[in-house]
DNA sequence: TGACGCATGACAGGATTCTGACATACATTG
DNA sequence: CAATGTATGTCAGAATCCTGTCATGCGTCA
């Protein structure tokens, strides 16, 4: 317990309880894609690439959370791993669109099987009323810290 | 929308809201902090000694979610600013009790008022039901995610 | 008493990411 | 048409963090 009353509760605080949610799911996420030879980043690049094909590396590094030039070399290292493709020249602008290479996608659909199992398993006790409210509280969260 | 059902939907997944809102609240935490030349692990750092004086650096680290080489420059840094003290030898094993100084209280403190606003922020769209769920649903992944 | 497990702290090395800067390409506006 | 703003990609450098490793100190148990 505190000994004043002037700081932050950390057995109370939303954002630390946000944190630790974050930091557990971020660690079972790590340990069932590592035998999949994925970094997280590198999952979450795949599975924007299989929603959004085409898109540019800007657009991917938006989406994951990353800078333009740490997705540059994300990218080269899905490259060389044969999970993309990458344009060599630009059809507008300077975008080069990004593809998944049939090898990618397999290896996504791995991932995928492998996160959605993590999901389930951290949802294993909200049912589907909590379920929906834990989106909405997210949602809000997310959409006030914006504003 | 997707092309195939293989994959996870990250419009309706949770782990990508979490990153999401966790993502939005990082930015909003730094964006308060840097005013006062405080990095987000130094403020947890500071606010985990407020309320558990003299624990060791390893437990630092626990709870900041970081490991002990990181503390440990973490720690430095902070003593390097008057913010903590570090005893020099160890009362019991080799865990080196930490504390703050009077300057890190009030440091400390004009961070806590600060991140305090933020979680406000972040909270302005949720009534009091609606805050108790979420830190009931966040405990149950937590949990169920350690499990 | 000695062996073992466990936790803490510190060091070296490497990997990853970010910050800052620059050139290019398109859209907008005067 | 020229100027400006916005967006993309890339290079160089620095900062940060982690992995691997080792020595020390305490507790437990045979």
Redesign the pocket.
Known sequence: MRQDGSGIDLELSVGYRLKVATSALHAAMEEVLRPLGL?I?HYSTLEQLAQRPGV????L??GT???????????Q?LAAAGLITRADT?A???????ELTAVGRERLAAASAAVLAVERRMLADVDEPGLIALRDLLDRCTRALRA
């Not at 540019?56 to 657009?59: E, M, T």
């Open positions: 970094t980043t540019s590396s800007s657009d590094a938006r959370f990353v800078t333009r030039q740490s997705m540059s070399t994300v990218l290292t630009a507008h602008g300077r975008a080069l669109p990004v």
